[in-house]
C-alpha cells in the first residue's frame, strides 16, 4: 500500500509564500508522475500543478501560471509546490497525487492512483 504525506500548509497574508512537500512511501512502487490538486469549499477539486518523469512539460492551471512552481524526485519519491505571490483565491485544502500504474503522463484525476489527505492553505487579504 502507497502513503502519501503532505505538508508545508499554513495561514499567510495575501503576496505572501508557502511551500509545499509531500513524500510517498509503500513497498514495490515505481513514481511516475505526482501533482498537486486543490479543493475550495463547496467546488470541485481542481488540478493545480502536475510533474512527469516520462516526459514531457510540468502542467500548471492558468490560474497559477507565474506564481507556482512544482519541483520533485521520482527516486525520492517527493513532489513539492512553491507557490509565491498567493491570493485569497488560492485558500483551500491541497491534496498531492501520485501515479504508479504506468509511464503515461498525469493531470487529471483519473490518471492517479494514490492520494494525500491534504493540507490547508489560507490566504487572508
Known amino acids: 500500500q502507497v502513503h502519501l504525506v503532505e505538508s508545508g500548509g499554513g495561514s499567510i497574508q495575501a503576496g505572501g509564500s508557502l511551500r509545499l512537500s509531500c513524500v510517498a512511501s509503500g513497498r514495490d512502487f515505481t513514481t511516475y508522475s505526482m501533482g498537486w490538486y486543490r479543493q475550495a469549499p463547496g467546488k470541485e477539486r481542481e488540478p493545480v500543478s502536475t510533474?512527469?518523469?516520462?516526459?514531457?512539460?510540468?502542467f500548471y492551471a492558468s490560474s497559477v501560471k507565474g506564481r507556482f512552481a512544482i519541483s520533485g524526485d521520482n527516486l525520492k519519491n517527493t513532489v513539492n509546490l512553491q507557490m509565491n505571490d498567493l491570493k485569497p483565491e488560492d485558500t483551500a485544502l491541497y491534496f498531492c497525487?501520485?501515479?504508479?500504474?504506468?509511464?503515461?503522463?498525469?493531470?487529471?484525476?483519473?490518471?492517479?492512483?494514490?492520494w494525500g489527505q491534504g493540507t490547508q492553505v489560507t490566504v487572508s487579504s
Open positions: 510533474i512527469s518523469w516520462s516526459g514531457g512539460t510540468p
Open positions: 497525487a501520485l501515479r504508479t500504474r504506468d509511464p503515461g503522463k498525469a493531470v487529471w484525476e483519473f490518471e492517479f492512483d494514490h
